[in-house]
């Protein structure tokens, strides 16, 4: 390790900045952010730090750099357009146990300005030691997105309360379960959720009766793992599958998405391949329950939207019914996803105004559908679970009026390397069963739109 990262206070201290270009702007801009009191000695100003003199935020010395000008000041910043005055410039601060930056010149001073993230009061920090700037504005970017913009809203509460929870646990140990607990769980998921007002209440109970809390009830996150590409989860997901204690999964869920999952969260699998359903419904149902009042955080991950096809719905009346906490992250649904992985827009000015999400799913033998609904002209329609239905919904859509020539698409394990894209037509689907190998997961779309696959095709797959 080069350099050791610290977070310097610099309210009400004189800071000097030499240089009166567009660099010394960005520096002169951070520092009037902490609120130090800036002298910048140049000659010239360019128009914006111009401006700041005028105003008298920053105190401007109009001449060249003397060497007096560092003297009793709390940090210098050398940013003229000379090499050498800007070394000179180092070597006076670095004598006089002043840090110093030089601008564009890492090497030269004592220290060296990193990337933040600013989500005041939480500050991230990102520094390569100097060798490349543009990969630590990379990283900066990536956390940015990472990190939620209520970090900071989450900070301030912490503060305000951190004084009381001192004197409530003495024990720095039991501060830092207490705080543990209260960050990565229900204090921050509501005010992620906008309930500030719900958090603070939460927080004040869990000092006030720190016993209960300890023995809470968990909470439960019915999370959409999206079609199967990791990069299509959502921040939030992410995030509730890095905090969980306890994840209970099914067949969808897949291997990359999986190993996201915080490596030491106990893992159950829920199965539910087509008529060997591994837990059944109800006993699904119970484990998230017991789980939760055994103070668990569940991540309930299922694939795809847990409101599509998913039976999100009836998993969550239970919770609401015994009282337990939970919260909904939507996924991309297998339509949109192996739609989009298959350069297939689901609706399109010239062929589709509406768009159908069906199931194929059989019962007792048959598909209980609308038909007369879906054999719309200028309809797309999504049948999830049909590959066991082709020939029905080929033969009731022709019946039902729709042409034999009508294109269709079936897309197996969409948005995922194994990605298989076949493009029939509603007459010659009937026996594609026969000549393919079809596996599951499978989404048939059928429509005009489908027609437009050949030309905007444009993710690779290892057959492709
Ligand atoms: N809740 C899920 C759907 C569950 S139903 C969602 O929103 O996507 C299961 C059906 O979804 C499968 O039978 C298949 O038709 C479809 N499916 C899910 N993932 C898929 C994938 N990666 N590729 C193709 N179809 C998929």
């Not at 951070?30 to 730090?49: H, T, Y």
């Not at 003229?80 to 890492?106: M, Y």
Request: with cysteine.
């Amino acid at each position: 390790m080069d350099y050791l990262p610290i977070f310097m206070k610099l309210e009400d201290r004189p800071c000097v900045v030499v240089g009166g270009g567009r660099v010394a702007i960005r520096k002169v801009t951070l520092l009037k952010r902490v609120g130090a009191r800036i002298k910048l000695v140049s000659p010239l100003l360019c128009e914006d730090l111009q401006v700041l003199a005028d105003r008298g935020d920053i105190e401007h010395v109009a001449r060249d750099f003397q060497d007096a000008d560092i003297d009793d000041c709390a940090l210098v910043i050398a940013a003229t357009d000379d090499v050498e005055v800007n070394r000179a410039i180092s070597g006076l601060a670095v004598a006089s146990h002043i840090p110093v930056n030089v601008v564009n010149d890492p090497e030269s001073g004592s220290f060296i300005m990193p990337s933040i993230i600013d989500r005041s009061p939480v500050q991230i920090a990102v520094s390569t030691g100097g060798s490349s700037p543009v990969l630590a504005r990379l990283l900066r970017s990536r956390l940015e997105s990472f990190v939620p913009a209520a970090y900071g809203r989450l900070a301030a509460l912490v503060n305000d309360y951190r004084q009381r929870v001192k004197q409530r646990f003495e024990n720095p140990e039991q501060r830092r379960y207490f705080w543990e607990n209260m960050l990565q769980g229900r204090v921050a998921e509501l005010l992620f959720a906008g309930h500030e007002d719900k958090a603070r209440s939460a927080l004040e109970e869990a000092i006030d009766d720190a016993d209960v809390h300890f023995n809470a009830p968990g909470e439960v996150y019915l999370v959409g793992a999206g079609p199967g590409d990791p990069d299509l989860i959502t921040f939030r997901a992410l995030r509730l599958m890095q905090q969980a204690d306890v994840v209970v999964y099914d067949r969808l869920v897949s291997e990359p998405v999986l190993d996201m999952v915080r490596r030491d969260a106990e893992l159950i699998y829920a199965g539910k391949a087509r008529d060997k359903h591994t837990l059944s419904q109800e006993s699904i149902n119970q484990t998230l329950v017991r789980l939760a009042k055994e103070g668990k955080r569940v991540l309930r991950l299922k694939g795809g939207d847990p409101f599509i096809f998913g039976r999100g719905g009836e998993e969550i009346e239970t919770l609401a019914e015994e009282g337990i906490p939970f919260q909904v992250v939507p996924g991309i649904t297998a339509a949109a996803g192996c739609a989009s992985y298959a350069g297939i827009p689901l609706t399109h000015r010239d062929y589709a105004q509406s768009c159908v999400f069906a199931t194929g799913h059989l019962k007792d033998g048959t598909v209980d559908l609308d038909w007369e609904r879906l054999a719309k002209p200028a309809q797309t329609i999504v049948f999830y679970m049909g590959l066991h239905s082709i020939p029905v919904i080929s033969r009731e859509l022709i019946a039902h009026g729709l042409a034999r020539t009508t294109p269709v698409a079936l897309v197996q394990q969409g948005t995922t390397r194994d990605q298989r894209v076949y493009i029939e037509t509603l007459e010659s689907m009937q026996d594609l069963a026969e000549r393919e190998q079809l596996k599951p997961p499978t989404i048939i779309i059928v429509g005009e739109v489908v027609s437009l696959h050949d030309k905007l095709s444009w993710f690779g797959t290892k057959s492709s």
